[in-house]
């Protein structure tokens, strides 16, 4: 941004309220043409309708499990019947499930996408650390239509397709990390 020097920025963003602290209104001398709330725009029908369902994590011992060092109950085999009965339960619109699943750490996206697909789903693990080729070859693969040997039920991910991504066909998103986000 620092090569162009215009008389007037203008900038669009869906998600004005970072996570990372930034300022983004700064950028943009703080002019906002037009701003609309999520509720309005849905009531608008200017974005598609969703389901958000908030479901609590697996507890054991009366403990929930949101400690990493117990890493070993955030793939457990409870955890992970837990998991896909609430997806299932709740579902999906379409012809077949096309989700993204959000983790905590890698190792914990490699060893869910193990599980599921043990359970006959067919998933991939993709991180920050996978080429944008492979991330664009796993969407395809999520997105196909009809669903046939190469395609993908789930991506399970960390650090990449937050806030901001825009894949219009997928149906789920399991949300299996913290986060204080409001957005």
């Known amino acids: ?18 996570t990372d602290g930034f300022d983004i209104y700064r950028l943009f001398d703080h002019n906002v043409a037009y701003e609309i709330r999520l509720q309005t725009a849905l009531g608008q029908n200017l ?24 890493f070993q109950f955030l793939t457990s085999d409870d955890r992970v019947k837990h998991i896909l009965d ?5 579902g999906y619109s379409g012809s077949r499930v096309k989700g ?3 983790c905590s750490t890698l190792d914990e996206c490699k060893a869910l996408s193990v599980k599921f697909n043990a359970k006959g789903y067919r998933t991939l693990a993709l991180s920050g650390s996978d080429s944008q080729e ?17 395609a993908l039920d789930y991506i399970l991910t960390v650090d990449i397709f937050n806030e901001g991504v825009d894949i219009p066909e997928i149906n789920q998103v399991l949300l299996l990390r913290p986060t204080q986000s409001p957005i």
């Open 134 to 150: 492979s991330r664009e070859k796993a969407i395809e693969r999520l997105t196909q239509e009809p669903r046939d040997a190469n």
């Open 47 to 70: 974005l598609c309708p969703f389901h958000y369902f908030g479901i609590t994590d697996l507890t054991i011992d009366n403990q929930n499990i949101n400690n990493l060092r117990l």
């Open 1 to 18: 941004m620092d090569y162009f020097q215009p008389a007037f920025w203008f900038g669009m963003t869906a998600s004005p309220e970072r």
């Open 100 to 102: 993204l699943i959000f």
């Open 86 to 90: 609430r997806a299932e339960y709740f």
